[in-house]
C-alpha cells in the first residue's frame, strides 16, 4: 500500500524508519519530511495544516493510508476533513477526529474527561479573565508549587510550575489578560502539584480494541541534572524500569481502560495513538495529561522496541480488528539522546553543516530538525538529530547512544550526557 506520513521530526523520523521496513509499504511518502526521512520515501514540501495541499497529494499518489503525527493538524480537523471529502473520506486516517484531538487540544477538557470517567489525577480548577478573581482565591487553598497550564496548545511551553502564591498570582495574570502564550492561555488550568516519577504509557486504539505500547520516560530540562529550561524533550528511555508489570497493570486497570471506555460512552470516535502521561506517586499511577499523537523523543525509544509490523497494526486501527493482530516488543533497552543546537530552547543557531554521521557505529540516527542543502545536510530546527541505541541492558545502551552522539559535529552542538543515568 501507499501511505503518506504527516510531520518532520524526530517522530516522523522514527515512523518513516519502521513503515519502510514492512513488505506491505509499496510506497512511502513524507510531508514535509527533513534530511533523514528522504531514505525512507519520498520527501514532498508542505505544511501540515494545509489540508488542500495535502488532499491533492492523496490523490496524485494512490494513498492508501494516512497517518498523522503531530497534534496541530489533528486538533485542527484533519481527520474530519478527510470524512468530508467525497473523494477521501474511503481513505483510512490514523489519528483522531476533532472532537478526540480535543483531548490534547484543550487541557479543561481533558480534565472535566478524567472526571467523569473517575481517572485519578491531580485536582484542578480552570479559570478565565472573567473568574481571575476565584482563581486568586483557589491559589491561597491549593498548596506549593502550583502548575499552571494553558489550556490550549501551547507547542509544549504552556505548562509553568509557581514556587510561590505571588509567583503564581502574577503568572496567571499575564496569562489571562496579557496572552503570554496567546490564544492557548484565554482558560488556564490551576492544578495541583504531583510528587513522585513522571513516565509515559502510549496506547494504540481502533475505538474498541487497544493494544499498549512500551512505557517510556522522556528528560524535558536543557541542562544535566534535570536543570535549566523546559524543551521539547532532551532523549528518552524505554522500558522504564520502575514501570514493573504491577505497576502497568494498574495503569490499564485505573487510567487505559476508563479512557477507552469513556471515549466509547461519549460516542466519541478514536482511531489513533493515545500518549498517557503519567506520575508514579508512591506505587500508584496518576495522570498528568492526555495527547493525542505519540510523543517526542519517546517514539524513537518505543519504535525501536517493537518487532511487529507497523503498518499491520494501522491496518487493524483502520479496519476496526487490532486484536486480532500481533503486537511483539523486544526485551532490550532502547535509550535515545537529542542533539540540538546552539542557543535552544531560546534563540538558536541554523543553516549550520552536519558531519559525521556516517561514524555513528550502533545507534540508529532519527532526523529532526535538519534539511538538504545540495550535498549538505545542515541545521533548521532547535532539535536537530535523535541518535537512539537499542542494547541489552540500560547501561549500555546510555553508553552507546552517548558515544555515537560524540561522533556527529555541527557548530554549537549540544546534547545531554547524563540521559537515563537517575534509572541506573
Known sequence: MNIL???????????????????????????????????????????VTDFEGIKQIVLNNNIDLVLVGPEEPLVKGIHDFFLADEKLKSIPVIGPQREGAQLEGSKDFSKQFMVRHNIPAAASKTFTRETMQEGFEYLATIGLPIVLKADGLAAGKGVLICLTVVEAQQELIEMLTEAKFGEASSKVVVEQFLQGIELSVFVLTDGNNY???????????????????????????????????EFLQKVEQRIVIPTINGLKQENIPYKGFIFIGLMNCGGDPYMIEYNCRMGDPETESVLMRIESDLVDLLQGVADGNLNEKELVISDKIATTVVMVAG???????????????????????????????????KTSGGRVLAITSLQNDLFTALQ?????????????????????FDLL
Open 343 to 377: 542557543g535552544y530552547p531560546g534563540e538558536y543557531l541554523k543553516h549550520k553543516t552536519i558531519t559525521g554521521i556516517e561514524n555513528v557505529r550502533d545507534s540508529q540516527v532519527f532526523h529532526a530538525g535538519t534539511y538538504l542543502d545540495g550535498e549538505n545536510i
Open 211 to 245: 493494544k499498549m505500547l512500551p512505557s517510556a520516560k522522556d528528560y524535558k530540562r536543557i541542562g544535566e541534572g534535570d536543570t535549566g529550561l523546559n524543551t521539547g524533550g532532551m532523549g528518552s528511555v524505554s522500558p522504564v524500569p520502575f514501570a514493573d508489570k
Open 400 to 420: 552507546q547512544a552517548t558515544a555515537d552522539a560524540s561522533r556527529i559535529y555541527y557548530d554549537g552542538m549540544y546534547f545531554r550526557k547524563d540521559i537515563g
Open 5 to 47: 506520513l504527516l510531520g518532520s521530526g524526530g517522530r516522523e523520523s522514527a515512523f518513516a524508519w519502521k513503515l519502510s521496513q514492512s513488505p506491505k509499504c509499496e510506497k512511502l511518502f513524507i510531508a514535509p519530511g527533513n534530511a533523514g526521512t528522504g531514505q525512507y520515501g519520498t520527501n514532498i514540501d508542505t505544511k
